[in-house]
């Protein structure tokens, strides 16, 4: 019997020509493209400098199958599909064919399948390569008239070898153990995939259903829903819904994932669907209560975007729709102890998805109160939080917290998160004790700690500059002629550690040296002093949340 795995290596001209013949495509169920500019740039330059960028996996199959080809050709009876490399073989092939992207059906298509923000899509005809000091760069620039130089990028490559791994298999339980067994090679494919590619028949499309649901929400809170959400939401309902499996732990791994898609191909798949299509509503109702509650419009601003899987199950299990005064606050309680907690990162997820889901049906059917313990934090728990980098589920909370405390400007003006979050606002504007104070040398990296956040405007912040907090808001005092009231109002919605401008002057004295001028060391004494006596404030705050306060 000969092998279904069939490893060929293409130089570029080859690759291109493969997609081309073969009307190599993405299957519904990869998520869309997602690369940003830079990233298209790293790939043209990981190449140029003959670096290593990975193998593609392609499945090729009969089976019915959505997907959307890349050269915008129909798609044909057999199929070859990306499983894994689609972000670098697209970005590829549109770079080598511009006059092909250009195309209406190829440009509009790759549109409506990016999942990239509507400002961020890539115009692949505006990419082009010229020789800089240190040898070729990839420029964008949507006004250029050049283009890609593709017998010129050919040269460079010279025998460039990009291995193309075909797997031909229609038996979808059999590929995709050959798709886990090249996982476990290096190659990474998505837990989604695999459930999804095992559960894709004529009788039941859960990727298409989620398709739809994103076009239809065009909101980013929606739309930036990743598909694992989906998925592990009905593998928790499927698993909390079994007669057989009702005490046991609840699971949401890839032997999990292929348990349930096993059970779902060989039985009737119409209850299924139902099943997948009441969770998809639930995601859309978690969503809502999130945006109208807590003011949230991106996912991104959850403290952990997989708290979504766990609030929708109760969602899901939810009558009317909309919960009552008691749930609220009950939720209200979760959101806060199971952020400050990091519940659900990484091991924890596994750990605590299962009686988290059983204590949210709990609450939706019986109003029955949640029994999560409340999470004791501590000034040290703040002290390496940098203000925009790193993975911090904390970081996230500082800020939710702080949005809800509806911060206001000295004239008491309304802080507006659209404004703040928009994109001309700047990493180093949120710095209450000025960012250049690092520049300076005052500091280091500490000025980008999270008890140093302060939202402001972009035009407050441009006013700001470099002074110091009492310098620059007694100039904008006197230019709104703000009181007193309205400077403690400021402090208290920001969460800062002073009574009145005058506190805050007193306290600023104390980062100047004998000489009149700020010294390295009396400036980090009373930086650091300023943030323990925050974090207090901020202490504060989070036990009145974590009590549905």
């Not at 990975?54 to 890349?70: A, D, M, P, Q, Y």
């Not at 090679?185 to 695999?194: A, D, F, M, V």
């Not at 009737?268 to 997948?276: A, H």
């Not at 969460?495 to 004295?509: G, I």
């Amino acid at each position: 019997m000969p092998s279904p795995v069939k490893i060929s290596k293409f130089n570029i001209s080859q690759l291109n020509r493969f997609i081309d013949a073969k009307s190599v495509a993405i299957p519904g169920f990869q998520r869309g493209y997602v690369w940003r500019v830079k990233q298209v740039k790293d790939l043209f330059d990981s190449l140029i400098k003959n670096y290593p960028v990975g193998s593609f996996i392609i499945w090729k199959t009969t089976k019915k199958i959505e997907g959307r080809t890349l050269n915008g050709e129909k798609l044909p009876a057999e199929k070859y599909l990306i499983l894994d490399g689609q972000q670098r073989m697209s970005t590829l092939f549109y770079l080598c064919n511009q006059n092909k992207f250009i195309r209406n059906n190829v440009k509009t298509s790759f549109y409506e399948n990016c999942e990239a923000r509507q400002r961020s899509l890539i115009d692949f005809e505006s990419f082009y390569f010229e020789r800089n000091g240190k040898g070729q760069e990839l420029k964008y620039l949507k006004s250029a008239a050049k283009e890609f130089n593709y017998k010129r990028f050919q040269r460079l490559l010279g025998n460039y070898a990009f291995p193309v791994v075909v797997v031909s298999m229609d038996d979808y339980h059999k590929a995709v153990e050959i798709f886990e067994r090249i996982n476990q090679s290096g190659t990474r494919i998505p837990t989604e995939t695999i459930f999804l590619s095992e559960t894709w028949n004529e009788c039941c499309n859960f990727g298409k259903l989620i398709k739809r649901w994103k076009a239809s929400h065009p909101d980013s809170l929606t739309r930036d829903v990743d598909t694992v959400i989906f998925i592990h939401l009905f593998a928790i309902i499927f698993q909390l819904e079994d007669k057989n499996e009702k005490k046991s732990s609840i699971e949401i791994s890839v032997r999990a994932l292929k348990k349930i898609a096993e059970v779902i191909r060989v039985n009737k798949v119409d209850i299924y669907e139902k099943k997948f299509k009441r969770g998809i509503e639930a995601i859309s109702c978690a969503a809502r209560f999130l945006r109208e509650e807590y003011g949230i419009e991106k996912i991104s601003d959850l403290p952990s975007q997989t708290m979504l899987t766990v609030l929708s199950v109760f969602f899901y299990y939810l009558q009317n729709g909309r919960p009552d005064n008691q749930q609220k606050k009950e939720l209200k309680k979760w959101f806060w102890r199971s952020s400050l907690a990091s519940r659900y990162i990484g091991s924890g997820y596994n750990e605590n998805i299962g009686p988290d889901s059983r204590q949210m049906v709990a609450l939706a059917i019986d109003r029955a109160e949640l029994n999560l313990p409340k999470a004791k934090l501590y000034f040290s728990d703040f002290e390496k939080i940098d203000l925009n980098t790193g993975r911090s589920t904390l970081r996230n909370a500082v800020k939710q917290m702080l949005w809800l405390k509806s911060p206001v400007w000295i004239d008491g003006t309304p802080i507006a998160r659209k404004d703040v979050d928009g994109k001309t606002h700047q990493k180093e504007d949120d710095h209450f004790y000025p960012y250049n104070s690092m520049e300076k040398g005052y500091i280091g990296a500490e000025i980008n700690n999270i008890l140093n956040l302060n939202f402001l405007s972009k035009d407050q912040n441009i006013s700001k500059g470099k002074k110091m907090p009492s310098e620059w808001l007694q100039e904008r005092m006197e230019k709104f002629g703000a009181n007193e009231k309205k400077i403690k109002d400021f402090f208290e919605r920001s969460l800062l550690p002073f009574e009145s401008l005058s506190s805050l002057k007193r306290y600023d004295k104390g980062f100047i040296g004998k000489k009149g001028k700020i010294t390295p060391e009396k400036f980090e004494k009373r930086y650091w002093r300023f943030l323990w006596k925050r974090s207090k404030w901020f202490l504060e705050e989070f036990d009145k949340l974590q009590d549905g306060i």
